[in-house]
């Protein structure tokens, strides 16, 4: 995890030995936009909009008891007779900006997810189970802090999460899914973020702190985990079109408050609320493209890859192998 981080503070570190660019920090950049993973990362100008498209697809495989691997027959204990060895979650996200002031942007994001998980069983037994469909709306509205004639900006974040998404998800048997299984939280969640934002002519840094603070419980008299996250990323322009990216992402999840009555918490740690949640860092790779010109100008793609360090789950869950999300942006 240290390695990590240091080569990403080594990305960032020309900073410290470049000037910074001369005016104020631009879009009009390949790195203009963090990588692809971060949301709400950027600002628009006045009346200036901006349409979205990421996938995000997931791995889980193997199972974790806090930090240590653990097999998923030695689980099989007691009531236990249902537990996990795979999973992978894809997320379809469609964003929309717009810029109602050159202080104010609004956002609004809506994802569709399609989520697989397979079990055993005693007696080698296995099942797969599967969850698909509309997740939680997503708004928020961006404040410009301070800009800098440096290239440097900092603004905040202030999103709403609507339980749009469905917290009844259940199985062909008619059991109801896991906590993970489920396609939104059934809260209103606050999820305030304060980003600072550098470029120099050819570097670029970030860094975001967030969080999600959920607002009550859900009519199933649970609440997920608040959660805090950190990222630091650094990016280097390559061409006047292509940058390519380094990030490092920190983030705490704490356990399920409350309890679903319809799950049979005995049965399976998918099923119980001590084992939701976790410590995780990431370390990611991205590339962005920006097209200046032509019939696509405007338009941009960007890639990003991100493998766990470090991980530390809430009781027993699978472990997180990696993380690909791909997006497409056009503002005009
Ligand atoms: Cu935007």
New binding site residues.
């Given amino acids: 995890m240290k390695l990590f981080a240091a080569i990403t503070l080594i990305f960032i570190s020309p900073f410290y030995f470049s000037s910074a660019h001369e005016g104020p920090w631009t ?1 009009a950049r390949p790195d203009g ?1 963090a990588p692809i993973s971060v949301m709400g990362d ?3 100008k006045m009346g ?1 909009w ?1 349409v ?1 498209y990421r996938y995000m697809t997931m791995d889980m495989e193997g199972l974790l008891k806090e930090s240590n691997s653990v097999t998923a027959s030695s689980q099989l204990t007691g009531m236990t007779s249902m537990v996990p060895t795979k999973m992978t979650m894809d997320m379809h996200m469609f ?1 929309t ?1 717009y810029a109602i002031s050159n202080k104010w ?1 609004l ?1 609004g994001m809506l994802n569709y997810l399609n989520n697989d998980m397979d079990m055993i069983m005693p007696m080698n037994m296995s099942m797969s189970m599967e969850s698909s469909g509309i997740g939680d709306l997503k708004v928020a509205g961006l404040y410009d802090l301070a800009q800098w004639d440096d290239g440097r900006r900092m603004h905040l974040k202030l999103g709403l999460n609507l339980p749009t998404g469905s917290i009844d998800e259940k199985h062909t048997n008619g059991n109801t899914l896991g906590y993970g299984m489920q396609l939104g939280s059934g809260t209103y969640d606050f999820e305030p973020a304060i980003t600072y934002l550098g470029q120099t002519e050819n570097y670029s840094y970030g860094a975001q702190l967030g969080g999600i603070l959920r607002l009550g419980e859900n009519d199933q008299d649970y609440t997920l985990g608040n959660k805090f996250e950190a990222k630091l990323w650094g990016a280097r322009k390559i061409t006047d079109s292509l940058s390519a990216s380094a990030k490092f992402d920190y983030s705490s999840q704490k356990e399920v408050d409350g309890e679903d009555k319809r799950m049979m918490k005995m049965m399976s740690p998918a099923l119980s609320t001590t084992s939701q949640g976790r410590e995780i860092s990431t370390f990611g790779l991205g590339l962005n493209y920006y097209f200046q010109n032509g019939d696509l100008s405007g338009h941009r793609l960007a890639a990003e890859w991100e493998k766990p360090i470090d991980q530390k789950v809430n009781g027993v869950q699978l472990e997180i192998d990696s993380v690909w999300t791909l997006g497409w ?1 056009y ?1 005009w």
Avoid: D, I, V
């Fill in positions: 879009a936009h950027h600002m628009h200036e901006m979205s964003g900006m942007t956002m942006q503002a």
